[in-house]
C-alpha cells in the first residue's frame, strides 16, 4: 500500500500558486519523498524528490517539514497545461514505485 | 532527458493469445522498469530490471509474465497467455542509477478481447 496521503482533488486559478500537500508520516530515515505527474493517460512524469532539504528546480519547489511527515509541492506560476494527477511516493533506493491515487489538480483560466 | 519509446502504442489480442511488448531504443541505461495502470486505477509496478536480471517484481508479476533485452537495446515484456483483466495501459521506465527517478514511455493500451 503506499504510505502517503493526498487529497483526491484541487482546483487553481492559471497563473497562481498550486500547493499540493502530502502526509507521510511513517516516512523512515533513509526514504525519500518523490513527486510525479500523468497528464491525461500520458506516461508519468517525474518532477522532483528530496530527502530533508528543500528542492527546487525548473519545475517546481519541494518543502519538506523539518520532521518529514509531511510535503508540499509548489507549482510557482501554474498554466493549464500543469492539469494532472500528481502523485506524492515515499520510496527508498528500491526499485519499485508504490503509487497512490494521488491529487487531481485542475487549473482554471 | 532522452525518451523512452514504445510500440505498439495499442495491441488488440485475443485471450489466451501471446503479446510481446516493446520499449524501443534505450541505450546507456542500466535500470528498467514494467508498470500496468487499469483504466481509471492506481498505476501499478510490475518489475524492475538492472544488469539483465530482474531485481523485483510484484505480486502480479506471477508465470504469465517475462522480460528480457533480447538485443541490449531493447525491452520487452511479454504475456504468455494473455486473460481479459490484462487490458490495461503498460509503461517502461528507465533509470540512471538506482533511485527513483524515473522517467516513463507513452504507454501501451493492450486490449484483450
Known amino acids: 500500500d503506499a504510505k502517503t496521503t493526498q487529497p483526491p482533488s484541487m482546483d487553481c486559478a492559471e497563473g497562481r500558486a498550486a500547493n499540493l500537500p502530502c502526509n507521510h508520516s511513517?516516512?523512515?530515515?533513509?526514504?525519500?519523498v518523490y513527486w510525479y505527474r500523468q497528464i491525461h493517460s500520458q506516461g508519468p512524469q517525474y518532477i522532483i524528490h528530496g530527502l530533508k532539504n528543500n528542492e527546487t528546480n525548473e519545475m517546481a519547489s519541494l518543502i519538506i517539514t523539518e520532521d518529514r511527515k509531511s510535503s508540499t509541492l509548489i507549482l510557482p506560476h501554474a498554466t493549464l497545461r500543469d492539469t494532472a494527477v500528481y502523485y506524492c511516493?515515499?520510496?527508498?533506493?528500491?526499485?519499485?514505485?508504490?503509487w497512490g491515487a494521488g491529487t487531481k489538480l485542475i487549473i482554471k483560466p | 532527458e532522452p525518451e523512452v519509446t514504445q510500440t505498439p502504442s495499442h495491441q488488440v489480442t485475443q485471450m489466451g493469445q501471446e503479446v510481446i511488448l516493446r520499449c524501443v531504443p534505450i541505450?546507456?541505461?542500466?535500470?528498467f522498469y514494467w508498470y500496468r495502470q487499469i483504466l481509471g486505477q492506481k498505476v501499478e509496478f510490475l518489475v524492475s530490471?538492472?544488469?539483465?536480471?530482474?531485481?523485483?517484481k510484484s505480486e502480479i508479476f506471477d508465470d504469465q509474465f517475462s522480460v528480457e533485452r533480447p538485443d541490449g537495446s531493447n525491452f520487452t515484456l511479454k504475456i504468455r497467455s494473455t486473460k481479459l483483466e490484462d487490458s490495461a495501459m503498460y509503461f517502461c521506465a528507465k533509470g540512471l542509477a538506482a533511485s527513483n527517478e524515473q522517467f516513463f514511455g507513452p504507454g501501451t493500451r493492450l486490449t484483450v478481447l
Open positions: 530490471f538492472y544488469n539483465n536480471e530482474i531485481s523485483e
Open positions: 511516493i515515499v520510496g527508498d533506493s528500491n526499485y519499485q514505485l508504490i
Open positions: 541505450s546507456n541505461h542500466l535500470y
Open positions: 511513517t516516512i523512515s530515515g533513509n526514504e525519500y
